[in-house]
């Protein structure tokens, strides 16, 4: 049973450019968490989806970034005309329906570089 | 707002010795608790939780932590440290929103010498 993948692990953007990062959940898995980890800091919740819907985009934000995770496929988190601050490590974390008892189990990570 | 707070930066331990990676949380109602392990260029790996039940919460590779409802706090513990325990750990409560969304602390690094 794999674990969540994410490709690619290492991407590098001219500022301006578009970065497409993807994410594919654990088997069985229907919820999907992306977060970002700016250095010297944790983790900061993104946005939370689930098959063709958006139910969190609290931490999202409003400008140049949007995600989503359709009915076939894995869920993308894309960042439009990336800027020297969008620079950080970007990790999906997937679950199994059910809240309170279920551990996220996370990615080993997108680190996007824009130069 | 929920918050979790790791007041420590770095933790140096000798090889052999107890460590103790401090966490406290700012929650309403109950928490719902989780420590996390990131190694050097990896994601995070999920090490125990607490939801309900003893105060003392057994994980992966020989760690526990302590809930401690009054003092609100929940320390990552380990009876004897070893130099493959060096790595970032994080602690997270989960979001009243009711999802797996956790809130993180900044993260502790933790580095034991031979």
């Known amino acids: 049973n794999a674990g969540v993948m994410q490709n690619p692990r290492h991407l590098v953007r001219r500022r301006g450019q578009e970065a497409r990062l993807r994410c594919s959940p654990m088997k069985g898995h229907s919820h999907v968490y992306w977060y970002r980890q700016l250095p010297e800091e944790g983790l900061k919740f993104m946005v939370y989806l689930q098959k063709e819907n958006i139910i969190d985009e609290s931490g999202m934000p409003k400008e140049r970034f949007s995600a989503e995770f359709p009915k076939e496929g894995p869920s993308i988190l894309r960042i439009q005309q990336v800027v020297r601050g969008d620079s950080a490590a970007y990790f999906c974390?997937?679950?199994?329906?059910?809240?309170?008892?279920?551990?996220?189990?996370f990615g080993q990570g997108t680190r996007l570089t824009v130069v | 707002a929920q918050s979790v707070a790791q007041p420590e930066d770095q933790v140096n331990v000798a090889e052999g010795n107890p460590l103790t990676v401090k966490c406290t949380y700012s929650?309403?109602?109950?928490?719902?608790l989780f420590w996390y392990v990131q190694y050097p260029n990896r994601g995070l790996q999920f090490l125990l939780k607490y939801i309900t039940g003893d105060n003392l919460v057994k994980g992966s590779y020989g760690f526990e932590a302590e809930f401690n409802k009054s003092q609100t706090s929940f320390h990552l513990k380990k009876p004897s440290a070893l130099v493959s325990d060096s790595a970032l750990y994080f602690c997270a409560v989960r979001d009243i929103r009711g999802y797996s969304t956790l809130t993180f602390g900044k993260g502790t690094m933790l580095l034991v010498s031979p």
């Open positions: 929650v309403s109602g109950n928490p719902y």
């Open positions: 974390a997937s679950s199994l329906p059910g809240g309170s008892n279920t551990e996220a189990f």
